[in-house]
């Protein structure tokens, strides 16, 4: 039978917004404010905007194929192995990320507790050999409640979103009415102390675009939405404006509240291993502090244990797909979980631990990974609008011609924004995972490969031509000023766009279509289409 679509509007909703109030808004606005100053409030803005505009292509698929985990293979559908390879590759490098720094937010906020063992945890700029050991811990528990069953993370979910919404709202109000400052909004530098270029950086580099990953959610239940044409935009929209109400809330309480004698030599040398409670103990809110304290565990452990779920189904996914060993596609029979894929990304999940030991420092991999992952939306939902327009669509977003270059022309600035030699680092990170890639297509004896590599050329050239624009770029984003302020950012919103061209023309109906049309009738309540889908899923 078909999916029963009972899931409205307004739970559709609170999904995307419980998923995007994560361990981001316990350190995002310390981060901004340390990047921009009180101007940091618009990089909130101009994330929630571009993310919005991307987050609107991919309901339109989502819609189309109605599956968990959807994102690593959309581009699949519209370019082939290779575009879809690297998609994949870079969704889970930026989700299997997100683990290890959960782990790190509650870690950090411990070692703000009066306990001298508690202060040995983290420097202020990076966690300590019993801070990693202490993330290590939380990790293995993210690990161990999968291992063997969900269930009772799902009986406390509710508990942990209530949290979510409480806690922001409290923090909120008790700064704002125990110790706002106005004038730390045009002393100590000014409003923007560092200039408009640094307020582009906070949005990239200051876990603004990993909060708002979450809007993935709506996405992900779409086949199981009432009238998805309304309720997903509507959820998807709905979500990330809240959040961004929120968020902007939350900087400018935290602009406000923090004391003016730790602002003598500017917003960059505030360090606060704790953020909002150590400003909540600095104006006595000891109450808040507790809660706060309490808050660092229940809401970042509650996202690590969703996603060390998610990531094990995409490292299956992309088993079924031909890219790993066939052992990571095993199902415990009993447990019904993909146990080697879980130790899979318990042993990646470490790797991050130890190589970015601070919720800063990894938050910027992640948004920086996530910008990647999603470039290919855009130029996917309009390529599959041309080679498969027979396709159902119950979420056909209206103006989505225009929509998807200016989502694609704004995540290539995001990219550029977040600093050369970061973005030129990430880029690496996700070409790495070429050379098992090339392994598995070898073993098929390159069957097909150029058709692949034609549709995919786009893609790579792409990913060159940005680390070398952020190189060669203005030194306000780390480049070496080879190409002027302002002139650097038209180069990028102009080349950005003729990659889109490029990659819309680059699609092709493949092999894979046949796949996604069946379960794009399975979407559309076929009976007969489920069926088939189950059984290539081998359910």
Do not use: C
């Not at 009986?155 to 409290?170: E, S």
């Not at 000891?286 to 996603?307: C, V």
């Not at 058709?451 to 770029?473: D, Q, T």
């Amino acid at each position: 039978m078909g999916y029963k679509r009972n899931v409205g509007a307004f739970a559709l909703m609170m999904t995307g917004l419980g998923s995007i109030i994560g361990s981001g808004w316990l350190f995002g606005a310390w981060k901004a404010a340390n990047v921009a100053g009180p101007a940091s409030m618009f990089a909130w803005i101009i994330g929630a905007i571009v993310i919005m505009l991307i987050g609107l292509t991919f309901v339109e698929l989502g819609s189309m194929f109605p599956e968990a985990g959807g994102m690593v293979r959309y581009a699949q559908y519209s370019h082939g192995s290779l575009v879809g390879y690297i998609a994949g590759w870079a969704n889970w490098i930026a989700i299997v990320s997100t683990i290890p720094i959960e782990a790190e937010a509650s870690v950090q906020y411990m070692s703000s507790w009066p306990w001298a063992w508690a202060q040995a945890l983290y420097n202020g700029h990076t966690l300590q050999p019993l801070g990693i050991f202490f993330a290590a811990v939380l990790v293995f528990i993210y690990f161990l409640l999968n291992y063997w069953t969900v269930k009772l993370f799902a009986r406390a979910n509710a508990f942990i979103t209530v949290f979510k919404f409480i806690v922001p709202t409290l923090t909120f109000v008790g700064l704002i009415v125990a110790g706002f400052h106005g004038g730390n909004f045009h002393q100590h530098g000014g409003f923007a102390p560092f200039g408009w270029s640094a307020v582009l950086t906070a949005v990239a580099t200051s876990g603004v675009v990993f909060a708002f990953n979450g809007f993935q959610s709506p996405i992900n239940l779409a086949g199981e939405a009432k009238n998805p044409a309304k309720s997903v935009p509507i959820a998807v929209v709905g979500s990330i404006l809240i959040a961004a109400l929120i968020y902007v809330g939350l900087e400018v309480a935290y602009i406000g509240a923090v004391p003016g004698h730790d602002l003598v030599q500017g917003w960059n040398h505030v360090v606060l291993n704790s953020p909002f409670a150590d400003l909540a103990l600095a104006i006595n809110l000891n109450w808040l502090a507790i809660i706060l304290f309490a808050d660092a565990f229940i809401s970042p452990s509650g996202t690590g244990i969703t996603y060390t779920a998610s990531t094990a189904r995409m490292i299956y996914g992309m088993e079924k797909n031909g890219y790993f060993p066939k052992v990571f596609g095993r199902i415990h029979a009993r447990f019904g979980v993909p146990r080697p894929a879980m130790w899979l990304n318990l042993g990646v999940a470490y790797l991050f631990l130890v190589l970015f030991r601070g919720w800063g420092s990894l938050s910027d991999v992640i948004s920086v990974a996530t910008i990647i992952s999603y470039v290919t939306g855009p130029i996917t939902v309009m390529v599959l609008r041309r080679t498969a327009p027979h396709l159902h669509r119950p979420s056909r977003i209206k103006g989505l011609s225009v929509i998807a270059p200016v989502a694609f022309m704004l995540a290539s600035l995001i990219l550029y924004w977040a600093r050369w030699p970061l973005t030129g680092k990430v880029i690496i990170i996700m070409l790495v995972g070429l050379p098992i890639y090339f392994y598995y297509q070898s073993k098929d004896g390159f069957r097909g490969f150029a058709r692949h590599l034609k549709a995919g050329i786009w893609l790579l050239v792409y990913l060159g031509w940005m680390a070398l624009l952020s190189a060669l770029g203005s030194s306000k984003f780390g480049g070496h000023d080879i190409i002027p302020y302002g002139w650097d950012m038209l180069v990028v919103a102009v080349s950005s766009l003729i990659f889109y061209f490029w990659g819309v023309k680059s699609g092709w109906a493949n092999e894979y279509l046949q796949d996604a049309e069946l379960l794009n009738r399975a979407g559309a309540g076929n009976p007969s289409a489920t069926e088939s889908v189950s059984q290539s899923a081998g359910a």
